[in-house]
């Protein structure tokens, strides 16, 4: 039931008013006592529908698109009429649904961004507003915003520098915390930092929709990030700012700069460190073995990889490895080859990981060499792990993981068939974007999806419910294990280390309530410790239903 005041400021306005508003639309589903209250009478065709028969009509529509890409025009439309609705087919198949709404299409999406653009979403902040940020700011509509994801559109998944076009991304993300955790919509905020683009493809598009310059850069650059989250602390002083595709060089300093300043973190180091540590617990479950028994070899020594690494020794040390020994367990191939002591011009965030060792070229020398028993792949290079590398890698490890986690799917650095296929079926394989069920061999394998989603919307509804003040790397180790636990025995028996999409929000509920306790017991926390974490985070969970106006 609507609240008095509310109830008399929703009487005030006019019906057409409500059919565009998505958070208020109810569509077809508008009773017949609310058209007549309401001023609707007319203004919809007569029969109601119930919210069921409204999800189906939208299901037909959905299937009928004949693209992934139109899907996601289809969808995102959607929710700019009838936010509910939308939410609530979204969590009821999210499976088939968030390959749209989220990595891969949104990939594609964000390469058209200019060409299937319709309607504004999000706030953008241009190099122009420098000095009035806080004001711009302040034009967003709603004023208690908790989650902040912000890009500057230089590193997109994978696809490089996209520029304003990136603002795909964290409206794609801020509707996963509301479909897989359950924060409020009207709680979320999506920014794109419109810096201009250093791709000269975009500058030349005649329908690009940012600011026609080259990207800024040096203390200009520094000077508008700063600004940008001074004002975020004065107008949402509550709101946790999750980095999302910033350019590698960027995002470790910004990461190293802010952490420890403001409430925030980078889903890229830290979310895709938790949700690949979560998948080698849950291998480990398959293997019976310890974390400290593993090799762990990267391709690809960026913001993933490092972040991973960085997670991994983490966790070793709670398992009381020494931090020097872990580092030693994770060893790493970039562009020029593996990273050791004597490469010179080694970027500052790999140089903990440039071990003694002689310098290789290729990642089938450093397989031969290190024998690792996991392979990780986030590099953004596609067809790296070729027949000669996994076969290698299985040459000597009864059960070798495989991690392929570059996206979209077109980057990744072997598909699903290929790692059991070269493996003889032994591998234990997860990748960045899904891919189908293999049979090989007289057997069904569910290659798992080591996706993002998985963690940041549980770790974000956690600092939100508990106010915390800061995001801490713990978080992310908890919500690892915790996310570990929910897969299966059968899961695993598919050979599949993540749960089931469709089970989400009860996972992200868990890691909530996990990441919560984190900030209790560190003090970090704001509001009062409840005696139930779980039942309070579950109690503090939006849920798409239509709002009764009577
Ligand atoms: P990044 O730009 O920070 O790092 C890329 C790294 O790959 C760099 O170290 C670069 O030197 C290295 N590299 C480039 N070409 C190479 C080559 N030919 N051989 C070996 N190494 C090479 O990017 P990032 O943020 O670390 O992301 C990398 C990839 O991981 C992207 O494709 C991204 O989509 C994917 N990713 C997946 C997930 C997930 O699935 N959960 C999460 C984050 C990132």
């Not at 749209?100 to 961004?113: D, L």
Request: some cysteine.
């Amino acid at each position: 039931m609507v609240k008095t005041p509310q109830l008399t400021a929703l009487a005030r306005r006019l019906g057409a008013d409500l059919l565009h508003d998505p958070h208020l639309n109810k569509g077809t589903a508008f009773t017949e006592e609310e058209r007549d209250r309401l001023r609707l009478r007319g203004l919809l065709p007569p029969r109601v529908f119930s919210e069921t028969e409204q999800e189906m009509r939208v299901l037909e529509n959905f299937r009928r698109k004949s693209s992934p890409l139109e899907r996601y025009i289809f969808l995102s439309a959607l929710k700019e009429r009838n936010e509910t609705l939308f939410y609530r087919v979204l969590i009821d198949h999210i499976g088939d649904m968030m390959p749209v709404v989220y990595t891969p299409t949104v990939g594609q999406a964000c390469q058209e961004f200019g060409h299937i653009f319709q309607r504004a979403q999000g706030l953008f902040v241009s190099a122009g507003d420098r000095g009035r940020i806080a004001e711009v700011l302040r034009n967003w509509p709603e004023r208690d915003v908790r989650v902040i994801v912000v890009t500057d559109g230089e590193r997109i998944l994978g696809l490089g520098d996209l520029g304003a076009n990136g603002m795909g991304i964290p409206v794609g993300k801020l509707t996963l915390y509301t479909a897989c955790a359950g924060v409020d919509p009207r709680q979320c905020l999506p920014v794109t930092l419109d810096v201009g683009t250093n791709n000269e493809e975009l500058l030349k598009d005649p329908l690009y929709i940012g600011t026609l310059r080259h990207r800024l850069f040096g203390a200009e650059y520094d000077e508008l990030i700063d600004e940008f989250m001074t004002a975020v602390d004065k107008v949402f002083p509550h709101a946790v700012v999750q980095f999302e595709d910033f350019a590698n060089s960027n995002a470790f300093r910004l990461l190293t700069r802010y952490r420890d300043a403001a409430c925030c973190f980078n889903d890229d180091i830290q979310g895709t460190a938790s949700v690949t540590l979560a998948g080698i617990y849950s291998g480990l479950r398959i293997t019976e073995q310890r974390l400290a028994d593993q090799r762990f070899l990267f391709l690809g020594a960026g913001e993933a990889g490092i972040g991973i690494g960085d997670l991994i020794v983490a966790a070793l040390g709670r398992e009381g490895v020494d931090a020097a020994a872990a580092r030693k367990l994770c060893w790493f191939v970039d562009s020029r080859g593996l990273v050791v002591g004597s490469r010179g011009n080694l970027e500052a965030h790999k140089l903990g990981y440039a071990h003694d060792h002689p310098p290789l070229r290729t990642l089938l020398e450093a397989v031969q060499a290190l024998r690792p028993t996991v392979l990780i792949g986030v590099s953004g290079q596609p067809q790296t792990f070729t027949r000669p590398v996994l076969e290698a890698l299985a040459e000597h490890v009864q059960r070798p993981m495989v991690f392929a986690l570059s996206n979209p799917t077109s980057k990744a650095e072997c598909t699903a068939s290929d790692a059991y296929e070269w493996t003889g079926g032994r591998a234990i394989f997860a990748s960045g974007s899904p891919f189908d069920p293999v049979t090989f061999g007289g057997r069904t394998f569910v290659p798992g999806q080591g996706n993002n989603a998985y963690i940041f919307p549980g770790v974000g509804l956690g600092v939100v419910l508990s106010g915390a003040r800061r995001v801490v790397d713990e978080m992310f180790a908890v919500a690892a294990r915790t996310l570990a636990q929910r897969v299966t025995r059968a899961d695993l028996e598919r050979g599949c280390i993540y749960p089931p999409l469709s089970s989400i929000r009860e996972v992200s509920a868990h890691i909530a309530a996990a990441t919560a306790e984190v900030a209790f017991e560190l003090g970090l926390a704001t509001v009062a410790r409840p005696s139930d974490t779980l039942k309070w985070v579950k109690a503090g969970i939006y849920e798409p239903n239509y709002m009764r106006y009577a």
